[in-house]
């Protein structure tokens, strides 16, 4: 790419960003750092581990930049009611968004009336915050599967449907992208995408941009439609717009 080209694709994805940090050593002044990024390059989200949603209400009080968590992360259980206690209680912290892992394997082995009991309790707990379902693609694999997977938590109630943790051997590609990108246009609501696990360079935003586009129309890749996951991005697209 040439560095204007660079600097158009940084200004689209950097307001789509959801700054993450769900590393293993994750500490309050990793997560302050993040929030004091997150202010200043006026992305969409900050994605932390529950425990560090008040260092981010502290962090980025008076701020738009919104705070997401995860729950059942990153191992997609079966227990609902703990699920739902988990998500109660981050609400309660201050989280916006709540990034919930389906159920993945109940789904694998045939068994979707769990994972939708699972979405459905979930959504019910949110109220209005932003539910994205993390299908985990990259296990999933087969497009049929990610399809199915996309239709129940579409149907269920999810505000976005996201490809992964971030912590499987195989994370987003363009092709699970675009099957969920066509299970949202056919489904009859308004929803979004959010693609996460495996974003680092300025190429890879634009190939997701460039997806949605195609398959969605160019004006429909919003804050309020698309999402981009990731740690390492943030520092390629910031670079690419100071560049031009």
């Known amino acids: 790419m040439t560095a204007p ?3 158009a694709v940084a200004a689209r994805a950097l307001p789509l960003l959801d700054l993450t940090d769900l590393g293993d050593a994750s500490t309050e002044a990793s997560v302050a750092t993040l929030c004091r990024d997150a202010r200043a390059g006026a992305v969409a989200a900050v994605c932390v581990w529950p425990r560090f949603v008040p260092v981010c209400r502290r962090a980025l009080e008076g701020s738009p930049v919104r705070i997401a968590t995860v729950v059942n ?3 997609g259980g079966e227990d609902v009611e703990a699920t739902v206690a988990e998500t109660r209680a981050t609400l309660r912290d201050g989280a916006q968004e709540i990034d919930l892992v389906l159920p ?6 045939g068994d979707a009336d769990t994972a939708q009991a699972m979405v459905a309790a979930v959504r019910a707990a949110c109220g ?3 539910l994205k379902v993390i299908l985990e693609t990259g296990t999933l694999a087969e497009p049929g ?15 976005f449907i996201k490809t992964s943790t971030g912590k499987s051997p195989v994370s987003a590609t363009p092709e699970a992208a675009e ?4 299970a949202i246009r056919t489904s009859g609501r308004p929803a979004g995408l959010k693609v996460s696990g495996g974003l680092r360079s300025v190429a890879d935003a634009a190939t997701y941009l460039a997806l949605a586009d195609r398959l969605m129309g160019p004006g429909w890749a919003s804050p309020t439609t698309m999402r981009l996951g990731a740690s390492s991005l943030y520092g390629a697209l910031k670079a690419a717009r100071e560049a031009a």
């Open 5 to 7: 080209i660079d600097a």
């Open 73 to 75: 992360f990153p191992e």
């Open 104 to 109: 993945y394997r109940a789904l694998l082995r």
């Open 128 to 130: 209005p915050a932003c």
């Open 145 to 159: 599967t990610v399809a199915a997977a996309s239709r129940l938590a579409l149907a269920a109630g999810a505000d």
């Open 179 to 182: 099957t969920m990108l066509a």
